[in-house]
């Protein structure tokens, strides 16, 4: 895949080194030549110096040909426009634009750029860690407002169906790994000692999911 990334900060340099690790062709621009100091000296992407408002410049990144376009410059608006551009001027088919601000994030996202509000995933992430020990997570959907949860059923909860879990709009068991193999189960489905669920849980039902599987 071919993957355009401007700013080439903390984030921005482990994101362009992680997926020119994976084979991607990656062109990372900044307009301080001192950031690419962050890169690798094994980095097998391109660094392009210059201001990403330059279209010259992004057009020597290759915007006219990438895949993908993710912009992590400390800036919200700078990210937003710049993503907002990537995807109306040059049809990018993948943008992401990293936003600090929560409130920011939404209005865009409700605008039409894909954004990812680090700070929102970062507290729910941090959150998780203090009151969601009992709770591994597989999947974090957008910014951590849903997740898939991994789950061993233990005694108490043997021979509960699945429909006693369910909750609209905030638990759905999607998968049970029973002896090995994986099968989507029927609401009413047994549960097992030893079976492994998975769960889909709203961000704000986590402990209400935990006192059901009796966790806490
Ligand atoms: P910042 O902390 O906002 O300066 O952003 C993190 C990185 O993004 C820094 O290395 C900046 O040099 C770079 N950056 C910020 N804005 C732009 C821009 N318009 N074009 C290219 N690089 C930028």
């Known amino acids: 895949m071919r993957v355009v990334i401007v700013g080439c900060g903390r984030v921005g340099a482990l ?89 920011r994030a939404d209005i865009y996202r409700r605008l039409g750029v894909p954004t990812i509000s680090s700070t929102t995933w970062g507290a729910n992430k941090i959150r998780d ?7 591994t997570s597989v999947l974090t959907v957008a910014n951590a407002e849903v997740e898939v949860v991994e789950v061993e059923v233990s005694a108490p909860l043997a021979g509960h169906e699945v429909l006693h879990l369910n909750v609209p709009e905030e638990v759905q068991v999607v998968a049970i790994v029973r002896a090995g193999r994986a099968f989507i189960p029927s609401p009413l489905a047994t549960l097992e000692t030893g079976d492994l669920l998975y769960v889909a849980v709203a961000a704000a039902a986590k402990e209400r999911l935990e006192s059901m599987l009796m966790l806490r």
């Open 129 to 135: 860690l203090i009151l969601h020990l009992g709770l």
């Open 15 to 103: 994101l362009a080194t992680l997926l020119a690790q994976d084979g991607h062709q990656v062109a990372i621009v900044d307009r301080n030549p001192a950031a690419f100091r962050r890169l690798p000296p094994t980095f097998a992407g391109r660094a392009v110096e210059g201001d990403a408002f330059d279209l010259e410049i992004l057009r020597q990144a290759g915007i006219e040909r990438t895949d993908a376009f993710a912009t992590v410059t400390a800036g919200d608006n700078t990210n937003y426009v710049l993503a907002a551009m990537a995807r109306r001027r040059f049809r990018v088919p993948q943008v992401v634009a990293r936003i600090y601000d929560p409130v």
